[in-house]
């Protein structure tokens, strides 16, 4: 079955250290996606990425780092900088950036606790 | 810039109510726009799209309908049951852009 898959589902972190979040997707699909959610509150771009090799910054991208070396692969590393890192982090996929064809792909979410 | 704006929740309902979720945006262009359905502890699922006036989306009897004049896409549906309890994000995307504009959230509570 095609999907996005994100890992782990749950993740704490002592503040001051760096975390991986795994995205993975075998859609094919060209443009992938970060975003955070906090509670009650809709969902804030982190980083996109329209092809392999290249990303942009979101409207949150500080404290924040990706790499995109495969297609099927976004993760996204937290820093140490990210001053408030606790939150519901979602990864997605679209085929392309324009219009209808950014109907977005959702992996299942990682909840991110700083102890 | 662009934005969504929808109605503020909790939505309280019970089985078999009529369902109503306000949502209107602003835009430059002429964006497609969606509804996304979130359960507790998923990521977002795809619910309906539009892209273009006047289209109705539609999908497990939720409707919207894309209103040029008023800006709106306000979801609908006739009877919601027990399982509909989620929250419903309104977004919008433009022709030509990489972003989606997502808004707020509306929480559904269904009792049975």
Not at chain 1, 51 to 59: E, H, L, S, T, Y
Not at chain 1, 84 to 113: D, K, M, V
Not at chain 2, 38 to 67: H, I, V
Request: glycine share 10%; hydrophobic share 30%.
């Amino acid at each position: 079955d095609g999907g996005i898959t994100q890992s782990p589902k749950y993740l704490f972190r002592k503040e001051g250290q760096n975390v991986t979040l795994s995205c993975e997707q075998n859609l094919n699909h060209d443009a992938m996606y970060w975003y955070r959610q906090d509670p009650g509150q809709g969902l804030r771009l982190i980083y996109y990425s329209q092809i392999v090799n290249d990303f942009q910054k979101g409207d949150i991208a500080e404290g924040y780092s990706v790499s995109r070396e495969k297609k099927e692969s976004f993760p996204l590393t937290v820093t140490s900088a990210q001053k408030n890192p606790t939150a519901f982090y979602l990864c997605a996929s679209s085929i392309g950036t324009s219009g209808s064809y950014n109907e977005q792909f959702f992996g299942p979410g990682t909840r991110l606790t700083v102890l | 810039g662009d934005s969504v704006t929808q109605m503020e929740g909790p939505v309280t309902l019970s089985e078999e109510a009529f369902l109503t979720i306000n949502c209107t945006y602003t835009a430059t262009g002429y964006p497609s726009l969606f509804w996304y359905v979130q359960y507790p502890g998923e990521g977002l699922q795809l619910l309906l799209k539009a892209t273009k006036a006047d289209d109705k989306g539609s999908n497990k009897g939720f409707e919207a309908t894309y209103r040029k004049e008023t800006t709106s896409f306000h979801l609908e549906k006739g009877s919601v049951q027990v399982s509909d309890s989620a929250v419903y994000f309104c977004a919008l995307s433009e022709g030509g852009g990489f972003k989606t504009i997502f808004g707020a959230g509306t929480r559904l509570f269904v009792k049975a």
